[in-house]
């Protein structure tokens, strides 16, 4: 069975965003763990979380991933920022214990002028000091467009920042849809071949999670503006083959596109649709 869902607002708690996502037909979603522009986390609430876990038991919600703020940067040239991405990396994953199994999503984080091997590098370190033997959550590493300096843009980065951490086994991969389009990777005209290159560049093995968005702009802009299922670049056509793909049968889909409940409903149910017409415009290729 497909595993779907959408980002949903943490603030009425693990129970509420589980209670959304069955309203919406969902059976997975993704979450911010704190403030995404800022540094504060809510106390987390142990009773919520247990009735959260009951509640996904008894309705079939999968693995859910939890998203790292965008403030976070574990490569940046200030050892201050970095030092605030390392505190804010422990503390989520000290509170992703209460959720064990399920998947916790960064930004690799942009070098800022330091050059991508300096930022590859950091990066590293600061896995190497966060990931443990005792974790039970699985950090990705997400792909990205590849804009200004960030570090993700290709596939080989990520490997590279894999190949230098020592427990590999704790570290897996998130696929942007929008991103990696951006980023100049075909997966309208040629997902079979993207698919064996990210197999042969970092191992199918370690995707772990797709993030399913269509795009304000052509393949290789570098410009990372989600857009809405359909109405973008890649269509409601190539995002359906891609949700429906035998090799990412298993994996959580969770859409971030621009909007609210009803409109991720609605894209939830497009999505499911696999032999359904598509409704991407002609203008939208």
């Known amino acids: 069975?497909?595993?779907?869902?959408?980002?949903?607002?943490?603030?009425?708690?693990?129970?509420?965003?589980?209670?959304?996502?069955?309203?919406?037909g969902a059976n997975t979603f993704q979450f911010f763990t704190r403030n995404p522009r800022g540094s504060r986390a809510k106390e987390l609430d142990v009773r919520?979380?247990?009735?959260?876990?009951?509640?996904?038991?008894?309705?079939g919600i999968g693995t859910i991933v939890a998203h790292a703020p965008y403030t976070l940067n574990a490569c940046s040239a200030d050892e201050r920022v970095r030092e605030f991405a390392h505190q804010t990396l422990c503390d989520d994953l000290k509170r992703m214990e209460y959720l064990p199994g399920?998947?916790?999503?960064?930004?690799?984080?942009?070098?800022?002028?330091?050059?991508?091997?300096?930022?590859?590098?950091?990066?590293?370190?600061?896995?190497?000091?966060?990931?443990?033997?005792?974790?039970?959550?699985?950090?990705?590493?997400?792909?990205?467009?590849?804009?200004g300096s960030?570090?993700?843009?290709?596939?080989?980065?990520?490997?590279?920042i894999i190949e230098?951490?020592?427990?590999?086994?704790?570290?897996?991969?998130?696929?942007?849809?929008?991103?990696?389009?951006?980023?100049?990777?075909?997966?309208?005209?040629?997902?079979?071949?993207?698919l064996s290159e990210f197999d042969r560049v970092i191992g199918l093995r370690r995707l772990r999670a797709v993030h399913v968005?269509?795009?304000?702009?052509?393949?290789?802009?570098?410009?990372?503006?989600h857009e809405k299922i359909g109405e973008g670049f890649l269509g409601l056509e190539a995002l359906r083959r891609i949700v429906?793909?035998?090799?990412?049968?298993?994996?959580?889909?969770?859409?971030?596109?621009?909007?609210?409940?009803p409109g991720y409903a609605a894209e939830i149910r497009l999505l499911r649709e696999e032999d359904a017409i598509p409704c991407a415009s002609p203008e939208t290729h």
């Not at 000091?129 to 974790?135: A, F, G």
């Not at 960030?150 to 590279?160: N, Y």
């Open 213 to 225: 968005n269509d795009s304000k702009n052509p393949i290789g802009s570098h410009k990372d503006r």
């Open 150 to 160: 960030e570090v993700g843009g290709r596939f080989e980065e990520l490997a590279e």
């Open 244 to 261: 429906h793909h035998p090799l990412l049968a298993d994996l959580p889909f969770c859409l971030e596109t621009p909007n609210e409940l």
């Open 48 to 59: 919520d979380v247990e009735a959260y876990l009951a509640f996904a038991k008894e309705h």
């Open 164 to 194: 230098r951490v020592e427990r590999k086994e704790k570290l897996g991969v998130c696929l942007d849809t929008c991103h990696v389009y951006d980023a100049g990777y075909d997966i309208v005209g040629h997902l079979e071949e993207v």
């Open 102 to 147: 399920n998947l916790y999503n960064f930004h690799p984080g942009s070098h800022v002028g330091q050059g991508i091997e300096r930022g590859i590098a950091l990066i590293a370190e600061q896995l190497n000091r966060i990931l443990t033997p005792e974790l039970h959550t699985t950090v990705l590493l997400e792909t990205m467009s590849g804009k």
């Open 1 to 24: 069975m497909l595993k779907i869902g959408c980002h949903l607002s943490s603030a009425g708690g693990f129970l509420h965003m589980g209670q959304e996502a069955v309203s919406i």
